[in-house]
């Protein structure tokens, strides 16, 4: 008897698991895909997880770059004042060098405009109309993957028309999406809505505020000729608004989001609508939204000031009139970094109800700019020291003659070779160098001067000397400083995708050099 019940138990368990098997071959349960990710997201994943390993934090890589730069130019300058003294003399210059760089008065003031590119962006982005664009768009996607899109798209066409702009957008997009993530999904997908809020610096320089193409049409470029030395002025026309460029660029705002896209997985839930875009406002704003909510009436002579729309109107339109006319009288070549921020700092303007809340709204961008602040300093001091010990021209001139070398040895054109040794050079300067105003300075004229000796259009070594500083913006942390602020990430879980991104544009960039 008791060997029956047992024989019928296993037949019964037989049966089970057969019965079960077969219906699991009959219904398949669900693929997992987490242990089928697509080799994109596992590519991602991996350069993400090792740039956490090996990033340090913007502030600690500007210092051990400082460091560095240091050393080099104390090891290899070959310059007058500081290749021909003796160790302590040398060491001396450099650090003098160094504390003028900090010092710099145009520096000091590139720093100003920088800021005030990111703060008209906060201004701008925190507006009542943008803010409320924003709260819309952030409810329309409904997955990680179309919230990675969005965000990514918003910021390549934002950063196009100006960088500050495109990158505050982003960040809040990205922070309020963010948000709106299931929890089980926000640890794995924030940090590549950072990266996509962030892919638009790899579009900036060849759009509207792009740093080289507006100061030589401001100022030109000092190009020598024999003994004699003249300015060249190229209009915008010949750089930023080239058929060449405008293709490249809408070219980058439809790619890169659809490629980033790709490094979500498919199995991650929808996102919830119950958040909301905010923020917190200085106190004298706040008080003015309570007092609109609750209907009281404001009865001083300085509330109705502080709260009448006419004066930041009339300020805006000033503004507006001013950028105008300065069109009017100089055409493109009127656009430059001041003509930018003044034309975003009255749109800001027209765009809140009042001056005081365009102040609150500026001030939201007030941490944002904290690391600007402190960082700027360092690097136009590694500036100051790769210029003044001739490290940057060397590095400029040593990838002109490797141009040169390549174009004789592989019996093609000097056209070929210069702007693919330009961009690659540019793209390593700016790794120490990250504005892309100073690192025109440093390089903008070593590269005019070569391209017009070999009987180049100034206007490519231009363009190549933007597109390497915009291509390794996605390995140099500095400007993501602000996005750390808005979403709480750090860089060193964003930095791998940007990374990957810029692996896979390399191609891209140089195919368009050759073909412009």
Partial sequence: MIFSVAAVRRCGSRTAFYTATFMARSNPAPVDHQHRRSLLVRLGEGCSRLSEALLPDPIVLAVLMTIGVFAAAFLLSDSPGVGNAGAAERAVELVRIWFDGIWSPGLLRF?????????????????????????????????????????????????????????????????????????????????????????????????????????????????????????????????????????????????????????????????????????????????????????????????????????????????????????????????????????????????????????????????????????FPLYAGIQGLMKDSGLSASISQAFVDGAIAASSALGISEGTTFPISAFISAGIVNFFVPSGGGQWIVQGPVMCNAAASLGLPLEKAVMAAAYGDEWTNMVQPFWAIPLMGLTGVNARSFMGYCALLMVLAAPVFVIALLLS
Avoid at 191 to 207: D, K, N, T
Avoid at 236 to 253: C, D, H, P
Avoid at 297 to 322: I, K
Wanted: net charge positive.
């Fill in 111 to 375: 720093a100003l405009q920088m800021c005030l590119v990111l703060l008209t962006g906060f201004g701008i982005a925190k507006s009542p109309p943008i803010g409320a664009g924003i709260g819309r768009l952030a409810r329309v996607v409904r997955s990680p993957r179309g919230a990675v899109m969005l965000v990514a798209t918003v910021s390549c066409a934002g950063c196009w028309l100006n960088w500050g702009f495109g990158l505050v957008t982003g960040g809040v997009l990205a922070a309020e999406l963010g948000r709106r993530l299931d929890p089980n999904d926000r640890r794995r997908t924030l940090p590549l809505l950072v990266a996509a809020a962030y892919s638009g610096m790899m579009i900036w320089h060849g759009g509207l505020s792009g740093s080289a193409p507006l100061e030589v049409a401001r100022a030109g470029v000092s190009i020598c000729v024999g003994e004699y030395a003249q300015i060249e002025r190229i209009d915008v026309a010949r750089t930023i608004l080239t058929a060449g460029n405008l293709v490249l660029s809408a070219l980058f705002i439809v790619g890169i989001p659809l490629l980033l896209s790709r490094f979500t997985t498919s199995t991650e839930t929808a996102i919830s609508d119950s958040a909301a875009v905010g923020g917190i406002a200085p106190p004298e704003a706040q008080r003015m939204q309570v007092e609109r909510d609750t209907g009281k009436q404001t009865t001083t002579f300085a509330d109705r000031l502080n709260q009448t729309r006419f004066l930041s109107t009339m300020l805006g339109m000033l503004g507006v009139a001013a950028v105008v006319m300065r069109a009017a009288n100089d055409g493109s070549a009127a656009i430059d970094l001041n003509f930018v921020n003044l034309l975003f700092l009255s749109a800001g303007l027209l765009l809140h109800r009042n001056l005081v809340e365009y102040v609150a709204a500026v001030t939201a961008g007030g941490g944002a700019i904290v690391g600007i602040v402190i960082q």
